[in-house]
């Protein structure tokens, strides 16, 4: 009696931390597995599979982290994860190339998209170009000349010309004259 109330207990707590056990296979082993198949292949179905899954991933992740005492709440949360994760990882569902074509997809190519003012969630500031007008290189190395003189100028230019001969050759050295001692 005692060998079936082992084999039951196992099966007890397998079944109670199915969640526990299941989620790292299907979350992360499978899609390291994967994602280093695809990479192996020509096939950019694969790939474009994989870089979604790994984007949905993070997001999931970092939902997750921020509202973790929430999720603490929902008893389900964990299977509901599984779930999901199972949708996106699966090659019958391929759910992540799903969510790429029709979410991700079309707002990316089509910039044509309006986009509510205030939904944006990262600001990046706007930088002013410095040439408001097409001969404003003219001016700006007109300038240089006019407070470097013209020697200084072509010095500039002939190193430029020397770096980018060294970088094309796959060279690439500093030269003495970029420092000023």
Request: overall charge negative; glycine content about 2%; aromatic content about 16%.
């Amino acid at each position: 009696m005692g060998a079936s109330d082992n084999n039951n207990n196992f099966l007890q707590v397998v079944f109670n931390n199915f969640d526990v056990l299941a989620l790292p296979l299907v979350t992360l082993v499978y899609p390291l597995y994967a994602s280093i198949k695809a990479i192996e292949t020509k096939s950019t179905t694969d790939d474009q599979q994989w870089l979604t899954y790994w984007i949905l991933y993070s997001i999931l992740t970092l939902f997750e982290l921020t509202f973790a005492k929430v999720l603490e709440l929902l008893p389900i949360w964990p299977f509901a994860k599984l779930i999901f994760s199972c949708w996106l990882v699966l090659p019958h569902f391929n759910g992540a190339a799903v969510v790429y074509r029709n979410y991700i997809r079309p707002f990316y190519m089509n910039p044509q998209i309006p986009i509510p003012q205030g939904s944006q969630i990262w600001y990046f500031p706007q930088k002013k170009s410095i040439f408001r007008e097409p001969d404003d290189v003219l001016s700006a190395a007109e300038r240089y000349m006019e407070e470097h003189g013209t020697e200084a100028f072509e010095r500039l230019i002939s190193k430029n010309d020397r770096q980018a001969r060294a970088r094309r050759n796959g060279n690439y050295m500093i030269f003495d004259d970029d420092y000023r001692y």
